[in-house]
Antibody
Framework: QLQLQESGPGLVKTSETLSLTCNVSGGSISSSSYYWGWIRQPPGKGLEWIAT???????YYKSSLKSRVTISVDTSKNQFSLKLSTVTAADTAVYYCACRRNNGRAFDIWGQGTMVTVSS | DIQMTQSPSSVSVSVGDRVTITCRAS??????LAWYQQKPGKAPKLLIY???SLQSGVPSRFSGSGSGTDFTLTISSLQPEDFATYYC?????????FGGGTRVEIK
């Protein structure tokens, strides 16, 4: 079955770019009607959606992060990625990748999450 | 952006109790609402999509209702494994937004 796994550095320096990858297994990232997304959760806080990319390549971003965020797909590696530039301590969070497959537009498959700490 | 307001923020209940969590959207989202359960240190798990459709493998004690701006998640008889935090999420339009969460604790 479809599985997702995040990877990337656990520590990023202030003002640098956070780069994460989500490896997709058990299915194709090019599957029609699938949407791929990133959600984060600061320590002790709630869920915050960051970005989504559709099977056709359309991208959607959280308004307040739009100037710093890029989501992309690499079909040759069956993975998708997140880049968040000019990070601060406020970007410290567990970052989840997720997939929206169903007609209900909900994220029904999630990765286990990866903790990213931003520090100088 | 559509704001999602959950209530209560936390609730203390006993095993076997009926639990109701509400979620209100700042504008009409039709039935495009999902509910997730999250346990400490784990990724969220989809419970309900399209306001009232039970995700495959989720116990039938979980149910969802509502449309427009007001939605409800009900757990008919709380089990020990149900102690967790629950989030609603609107799926009507981008940007996607989540509610602030409801923590279900043991009384």
């Amino acid at each position: 079955q479809l599985q997702l796994q995040e990877s990337g550095p656990g520590l990023v320096k202030t003002s640098e770019t956070l780069s994460l990858t989500c490896n997709v297994s058990g299915g194709s990232i090019s599957s029609s009607s699938y949407y791929w997304g990133w959600i984060r959760q600061p320590p002790g806080k709630g869920l915050e959606w960051i970005a989504t990319i559709s099977y056709s390549g359309n991208t959607y971003y959280k308004s307040s992060l739009k100037s710093r965020v890029t989501i992309s797909v690499d079909t040759s590696k069956n993975q998708f990625s997140l880049k968040l530039s000019t990070v601060t301590a406020a970007d410290t969070a567990v970052y989840y990748c997720a997939c929206r497959r169903n007609n209900g537009r909900a994220f029904d498959i999630w990765g286990q999450g990866t903790m990213v700490t931003v520090s100088s | 952006d559509i704001q999602m307001t959950q209530s209560p923020s936390s609730v203390s209940v006993s095993v076997g109790d009926r639990v109701t969590i509400t979620c209100r959207a700042s504008q009409d989202i039709s039935s495009w609402l999902a509910w997730y359960q999250q346990k400490p240190g784990k990724a969220p798990k989809l419970l309900i999509y399209a306001a009232s459709s039970l995700q495959s493998g989720v116990p039938s004690r979980f149910s969802g209702s509502g449309s427009g701006t007001d939605f409800t998640l009900t757990i008919s008889s709380l089990q020990p494994e149900d102690f967790a935090t629950y989030y609603c999420q609107q799926a009507n339009s981008f940007p996607v937004t989540f509610g602030g969460g409801t923590r279900v604790e043991i009384k």
